[in-house]
Structure formats: C-alpha cells, structure tokens
C-alpha cells in the first residue's frame, strides 16, 4: 500500500506562530502543550483509561506512547514505561519551580507532553513518562 501523501511535508502543515497555535488548540491544551502547563491529578481522561490502542500528540498526531507500555503509577496522569520510540519524544533538562526534573516534548512539533522521572517499573525500563492528558488524544486499536 502506498502512503497518498508522501510527497508532502507534514511539517509544513504545522502551525508557525503562537496565535496560529492559540487558534488550533482549546484553552486547556493551548496551556499545557504550549505553555508548559500541568493539569491537575485525577482529573485528565486518560489517567485511568485501559483500552488498546495509540496515544498520539494532541497538536500534530504524531504518534507517541502505546497502551502496551502504559501502566498505572498511582500519580493520576497517565504514566508509561517508555515512548514508542526514540525518534518520537525529546527530553530537555528542566529546571523550573525549584526542582530539576527532564521535560518530555514531541520532537516533531516541540509541544510539552509532561516529565520523565527514574521512579517507573523496576522489570522494565525504571522510568516513569508522566504525561498530562491534555497533550494526548487516543486511538483505540481497531481489531473488530
Ligand atoms: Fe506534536
């Protein structure tokens, strides 16, 4: 099968300025994959959500973190073991609020996703992805 739009740069379908942004995104999303915002615990609709399927970023659809690697951390975001690849998801040292933490961001578009902490499942990798819902958007396998 041949891909149609091969041919075309998904970059260039990127918004360019912060209010091309600010127009393609709800409030809720604007401010945290635009303004490094965080939302709050248990309140995300994917926190607790156990279906298969993708997560993918919620401001250019690049695909980022499966179900098969998430796993619940008990922090109230959804929390996975590690990206669905490397190329995907960039991490930059962040030293904001007094803390030093690794900001987690999607490569492709440089929108914040949420922070990688070394405190995730011992049998796997030992990190923890915690990444707000507001910078996901779900796509359940389709296996019917
Ligand atoms: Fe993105």
């Not at 399927?53 to 980022?64: F, K, P, S, V, W």
């Not at 987690?104 to 990190?127: A, I, M, N, W």
Request: proline share 4%.
């Amino acid at each position: 099968m041949s891909e149609q739009s091969k041919t075309e740069n998904p970059e260039q379908n990127l918004p360019k300025s912060d209010d091309e942004w600010r127009e393609n995104l709800d409030a809720e999303r604007y401010h945290v994959l635009r303004e490094k915002g965080t939302e709050r615990a248990f309140t995300g609709k994917y926190w607790d959500l156990k279906d298969d399927g993708m997560y993918h970023c919620a401001a250019c659809g690049e695909a980022l973190f499966s179900s098969d690697t998430k796993y619940d951390s008990g922090s109230g975001w959804p929390s996975f073991d590690q990206p669905v690849s490397g190329e995907s998801v960039g991490e930059i040292s962040d030293h904001s609020h007094g803390m030093i933490r690794t900001e987690v961001v999607c490569k492709k578009c440089q929108s914040h996703l949420g922070h990688v902490f070394p405190d995730g499942p011992q049998e796997t990798t030992g990190l923890r992805y915690c990444i707000n819902s507001a910078s996901l958007d779900f796509k359940k396998s389709d296996d019917d």
